[in-house]
């Protein structure tokens, strides 16, 4: 079992950046791909970015490539999503995800979920 937690949300002007970070509890947390999903009030949850066990290996939605960053610490078992230029329509619960399936771009590939940070960009 893998507990995250995740922090970093909060309201920001369009235009502001924000840093989001995941922390997991399991020692062995450098085997699992991590993601963030985002979920908008009324829609479906959304893939935004993933970054595969070793670090080596990136994946970003269309929609946030060249905006958001995806990182990891394996020795601290935190994962990290940078988000700058924010926009209005990126305001959304962001989701933080492990799992072991590749390519790690969609919620069927993760096992373990957490809570949720509320992400509000004014316009």
């Known amino acids: 079992q893998v507990q995250l937690v995740e922090s970093g949300g909060g309201l920001v002007q369009a235009g502001g950046s924000l840093r989001l970070s995941c922390a997991a509890s399991?020692?062995?947390?450098?085997?699992?791909?991590m993601g963030w999903f985002r979920q908008a009030s009324g829609k479906e949850r959304e893939f935004v970015a993933a970054?595969?066990?070793?670090?080596?290996?990136?994946y970003y939605a269309d929609s946030v490539k060249g905006r958001f960053t995806i990182s990891r610490d394996n020795a601290k078992a935190m994962v990290y999503l940078q988000m700058n230029s924010l926009k209005p329509e990126d305001t959304a619960v962001y989701y933080c995800?492990?799992?072991?399936?590749?390519?790690?771009?969609?919620?069927?590939?993760?096992?373990?979920w957490g809570q949720g940070t509320q992400v509000t960009v004014s316009s």
């Open positions: 995800a492990a799992g072991t399936k590749s390519p790690p771009i969609s919620d069927l590939r993760y096992d373990y």
């Open positions: 399991r020692r062995t947390f450098s085997i699992y791909n």
């Open positions: 970054i595969s066990w070793s670090g080596g290996r990136t």
